[in-house]
């Protein structure tokens, strides 16, 4: 799960960093409002949740999460503040922050949010998902193929997971990489290859419909 934090003060930036990266979460730091919010607008697919501090240079949280939203980006955003005030709440809320933490806060208050956070992103989507004979239990994350079971790695029940919930499109090995661990470099890109041709193998090999599909030149979706 890739995770972009926000947050000019750059120690504090870096504890969440390091902490998150040691509970196996993939981090991307930003240091400013704009930065992030260009990232986001053009990158928002390889992110799973925003830590988004407030008063940033440049942009403010505020304005990041409201361009977000204006542009139809749905992604979990976590506000981190430093004030009290039930005004920059509610002004926060407002814009389509999902979520907020005053500093200074424990870490395992934030790592506690982000869980619930995620929880509720995905409990959004249905907790069956049926793509002609293949379903998936995205809470229980068991997947079944025309009636039978088939055990994925988690790695591959990503990539899977990745490729559903922006099926709109198809997703580069360079997203799906960024995706999953934060790099794109050309041997990352091959590993994707490696777990699509796995997941191809459990799922689409006995099967007449072909549900994972390569698009020329691009990269990989799913078939609905
Ligand atoms: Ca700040």
Not at 184 to 208: G, P
Request: charged share 30%.
């Amino acid at each position: 799960m890739h995770i972009a934090v926000v947050e000019d003060e750059k120690k504090l930036a870096s504890i969440i960093k390091e902490g998150l990266e040691a509970e196996g979460y993939v981090v991307s730091l930003f240091h400013d409002g704009e930065t992030a919010e260009v990232e986001l607008l053009r990158n928002s697919v390889i992110y799973s949740l925003v830590i988004l501090d407030l008063m940033l240079p440049r942009k403010n949280g505020f304005e990041v999460c409201d361009a977000l939203r204006k542009n139809g980006i749905a992604l979990p955003i976590l506000i981190l503040t430093a004030r009290e005030s039930v005004e920059d709440k509610v002004r926060a809320l407002d814009s389509g922050a999902d979520d907020f933490l005053t500093k200074p806060f424990s870490f395992d208050e934030l790592l506690a949010r982000l869980r619930a956070l995620d929880r509720r992103s995905r409990g959004k989507t249905v907790d069956e998902i049926k793509i002609n004979t293949l379903s998936i239990q995205s809470n229980t994350r068991k997947v079944v193929r025309a009636g039978e079971d088939v055990l994925l790695t988690p790695t591959e029940y990503d990539v899977l997971k990745m490729l559903i919930e922006h099926s709109e499109r198809a997703l580069t090995r360079e997203e799906i990489s960024m995706g999953l661990w934060g790099s794109n470099e050309v041997s990352f890109s091959n590993v994707v290859d490696v777990h699509i041709s796995n997941l191809r193998k459990k799922i689409d090999d006995n099967h007449e419909y072909k549900i994972i599909r390569t698009v020329r030149g691009l990269g990989y979706t799913i078939q609905k």
